[in-house]
């Protein structure tokens, strides 16, 4: 595979300092690593050891509950008095006063509470209003679903009359459809987990829903929070969290009693702030060593690159034709060499290429010469001496209409200097050589032109229909007794590089023979003893030179009899508008021309 010099420096760079760099990296990245897992460890303890307190306490209130609940008689006999009966209320104050005495006794316990479908008795250290607007709201809807509390489960609950709006809730049923009830604010365990995690200034703490979900901000300790609002709880030692500055180093530990997840995020660059000062270092090195080499290639740049870059410039726009252009010398002597080199190899061939153009005019204007020089002797002597048989039979008319067609045959031979004349001026030409061959071939022989006017101001090449026309009589009509037709009509036809408007020549004469068809497909030379093979062989290649393959002709036989000729030219711009109208099928009586006798 090829490169470029430039291409060679850079990989022989990173050869060299590519594994310097991967050891330096792999280093320091080891190094991290080291940190990250000695870091995680100390904390998961730490954390550990909090969410296993944070368990301990609900189980501990799930006991009370469940004491309340089935061993208590005063709870057990709110269900067998009426709401309104005296004893009701007795027994409702003995019960309050037990749970206002019970709710200090356990950590973190914000509000217990008895509830039936008739009353709600509670007692908490929240907003006393509050908390009572909360249980009317959310004790039905609790108690529905205590059924997913039967195996001690405490349930994530939200409403924004709690202080942080999330808290836990666990409920136990009593008899007749009566449930003692705890809740544990979020935000209260938040402040209990700020306390311990603000003391060393690091850590930054959050507890989530088991989905990932962050719940209530804690109501102190609010100057930092965890900078992340959902959470993936992966079954990880520890997560990186972030970019940046901001890269966390996460640990998350799951309560085993409630659908709470609690995390902890230590700054990354509190942790490496103590690494030693050499790892900075890599990062320097590295992009010193990419300082210098940069240094180097930009002097590279100047004194190799920039001429070469030049040289290989100059080089395709001599290949693109562009001969006029020179390169600027340097002050580097082997390229000065170079370039005076370059500028004077540039200068001989546009010389060259002047001279070859020029040859190559002179070419076309001898073959020019050589095609108006191709009047055919037999067709000129033949043509004399019908002339001279009109004149012995006092046919005057007939030799007067003779003459004029042959002037204007051989006005229009001497005259075809022109680069291009019209198909309209073409198809008179191919009038006055049929009207000549009339009078040998009286009765036998008869041309029909099917070209709309319209398309006759088309522009092409001088004699490019005539030759074909001419070797369809000479070659085609052959010993035939029924009258020889030639008949000359355009069509359209799509291509890639634009439509093409095809002149159709065909007779209903022999035909090609196989051998000359294969060889006019294939583009052979065939041989020029015959001014009318001479003359198809110089259409092709003129119809080459003029359009540069943009046109072309194609030989064949009809099935029915007779060749086919099809010159395809492209269609003017001009006429590009009546892509639409199909020639080839006209049916207006003016558009078709009959060559008859004068």
């Known amino acids: 595979m090829r490169r470029s010099i430039r291409t060679q420096l850079v990989i022989s760079f990173f050869a060299v300092m590519l594994p310097v760099v991967l050891f330096l990296i792999a280093n320091n990245w080891y190094a991290k690593n080291v940190v990250h897992d000695k870091v995680s ?324 204007k001898n073959e020019m010469k050589q095609l108006q020089a191709q009047i055919n002797p037999h067709f000129y002597m033949n043509s004399l001496n019908i002339i001279y048989n009109f004149a012995v039979l006092k046919d005057h008319d007939s030799v007067k209409k003779m003459a004029l067609h042959m002037a204007d045959y051989f006005r229009f031979i001497m005259r075809v200097n022109r680069e291009s004349i019209t198909l309209e001026e073409e198809l008179k030409h191919i009038g006055n050589y049929v009207e000549i061959q009339k009078f040998r071939f009286p009765e036998k022989l008869e041309c029909i032109v099917d070209i709309p006017e319209r398309w006759r101001t088309a522009a092409l090449p001088a004699l490019t229909l005539q030759p074909f026309v001419e070797n369809a009589i000479i070659h085609g009509f052959l010993n035939r007794r029924e009258k020889f037709i030639i008949r000359i009509h355009g069509e359209i036809a799509a291509a890639d590089d634009g439509d093409k408007l095809v002149i159709v020549i065909r007779d209903n004469g022999v035909g090609f023979h196989p051998d000359v068809l294969d060889r006019l497909r294939r583009g052979e030379e065939l041989p020029a003893s015959e001014s009318s093979r001479l003359g198809i062989a110089n259409v092709v290649q003129r119809l080459k030179l003029r359009y540069e393959g943009g046109a072309g002709v194609e030989f064949d036989n009809d099935p029915g009899g007779g060749a086919v000729v099809r010159v395809r030219l492209p269609l003017p711009a001009e006429l590009s508008t009546e892509r639409t109208a199909d020639i080839s099928v006209i049916g207006e009586a003016d558009d078709v021309q009959s060559v008859g006798r004068g």
């Open 41 to 364: 460890e100390t904390y998961r303890n730490t954390l550990d050891i909090f969410v296993g307190q944070l368990d301990l306490y609900m189980e501990e209130i799930n006991d009370y509950l469940y004491k309340l609940a089935v061993l208590d008689a005063d709870v057990g006999l709110l269900a067998a008095f009426p709401v309104d009966s005296d004893n009701y209320v007795l027994t409702k104050v003995r019960v309050q006063n037990k749970i206002n005495r019970d709710i200090g006794f356990y950590n973190l316990l914000h509000t217990v509470f008895i509830y039936n479908e008739n009353d709600i008795i509670f007692s908490s250290s929240g907003n006393y209003g509050q908390v009572k607007q909360l249980l009317a709201q959310e004790a039905p809807r609790i108690a529905a679903q205590h059924r997913q509390m039967l195996d001690g489960s405490w349930m994530l609950w939200e409403n924004d009359l709690m202080p942080g709006r999330d808290f836990l809730v666990r409920l136990t049923p009593s008899e007749n459809n009566q449930y003692i009830g705890a809740i544990i604010s979020i935000s209260d365990i938040l402040d209990l987990l700020r306390i311990q995690w603000d003391d060393d200034k690091i850590g930054e703490s959050a507890v989530y829903s088991r989905e990932g979900v962050r719940t209530a901000d804690p109501l102190s300790f609010t100057d930092r929070t965890l900078p992340i609002a959902n959470l993936p709880l992966l079954d990880t030692p520890y997560q990186i969290i972030g970019q940046g500055e901001n890269r966390h180093l996460v640990m998350i530990r799951t309560s085993s009693m409630a659908d709470i997840a609690v995390a902890v995020a230590v700054p990354e660059k509190q942790m490496l702030q103590g690494l030693p000062y050499f790892q900075k270092a890599v990062y320097f090195i590295v992009l010193g060593l990419v300082f210098l080499f940069s240094m180097y290639l930009l002097f590279i740049q100047r004194t190799v690159f920039q001429p070469l870059h030049q040289l290989i410039n100059g080089m395709k726009k001599l290949s693109l034709g562009m001969l006029d252009f020179r390169l600027k010398t340097t002050n580097t002597v082997e390229f000065q060499f170079m370039a005076n080199t370059f500028n004077n190899m540039a200068e001989q061939i546009s010389n060259l290429r002047i001279g070859m153009y020029e040859e190559q005019l002179r070419a076309q």
